[in-house]
T-cell receptor, first 111, second 114 residues
Framework: GAVVSQHPSRVICKSGTSVKIECRSL??????MFWYRQFPKQSLMLMAT?????????EQGVEKDKFLINHASLTLSTLTVTSAHPEDSSFYIC???????FGSGTRLTVV | EDKVVQSPLSLVVHEGDTVTLNCSYE??????LLWYKQEKKAPTFLFML??SGIEKKSGRLSSILDKKELSSILNITATQTGDSAIYLC??????????????WGLGTSLAVNP
């Protein structure tokens, strides 16, 4: 079945730095990737939808300048958390349409 | 506004008990309903349901959809401590552009005590 590889699985960074999270589709071409954020004891919250070769579509309330999404190829989508702050600490997950396949998630801690 | 509601929000049982988790939805243009198990990582797909009355089964887990009642249940029989997790329900609707954005419930946190 389809596999999405997400890296890193865990990252700790200092306030003010930027963190890039990568999701790669290993055995298929992903023209669309969903990016979610999940806070402890809460459900998944869709942040944005990345589309290969075009601008990402952000959900209401998500700062597009803070959460930069790039989908430059059919196998790679990236989420960059810019100027991270402690409130950005969360679990970030990517997935492809259909609901079957998720990346393994990235636990971001900003100190 | 489309929404998915899960109940209960949390549940504590003893090993060997049977549990029933509920998921109800109000979604325009329903396509399918999906169940997931989430431990300390990304969700793991359990079932996809599209038709009413057809039970999906995997080991001690089973699920069924009732499109008339706009709901689904997930049953776990003879629970084990390894079943402790958050169980998420999501609905996949038809939507403009067919970008397949899921609508998520808040999840049910299940704790199985030995």
């Amino acid at each position: 079945g389809a596999v999405v590889s997400q890296h890193p699985s865990r990252v700790i960074c200092k306030s003010g730095t930027s963190v890039k999270i990568e999701c790669r589709s290993l055995d298929f071409q992903a023209t669309t990737m969903f990016w979610y954020r999940q806070f402890p004891k809460q459900s998944l919250m869709l942040m944005a939808t990345s589309n290969e070769g075009s601008k990402a579509t952000y959900e209401q309330g998500v700062e597009k300048d803070k959460f930069l999404i790039n989908h430059a190829s059919l196998t790679l989508s990236t989420l960059t958390v810019t100027s991270a702050h402690p409130e950005d600490s969360s679990f970030y997950i990517c997935s492809v349409p259909g609901g079957y396949t998720f990346g393994s998630g990235t636990r971001l801690t900003v100190v | 506004e489309d929404k998915v509601v899960q109940s209960p929000l949390s549940l504590v049982v003893h090993e060997g008990d049977t549990v029933t988790l509920n998921c109800s939805y109000e979604v325009t243009n329903f396509r399918s309903l999906l169940w997931y198990k989430q431990e300390k990582k990304a969700p793991t797909f359990l079932f996809m349901l599209t038709s009413s009355g057809i039970e999906k089964k995997s080991g001690r887990l089973s699920s069924i959809l009732d499109k008339k009642e706009l709901s689904s249940i997930l049953n776990i029989t003879a629970t084990q401590t390894g079943d402790s997790a958050i169980y998420l329900c999501a609905v996949d609707p038809y939507n403009a552009g067919n970008n397949r954005k899921l609508i998520w419930g808040l999840g049910t946190s299940l704790a199985v005590n030995p």
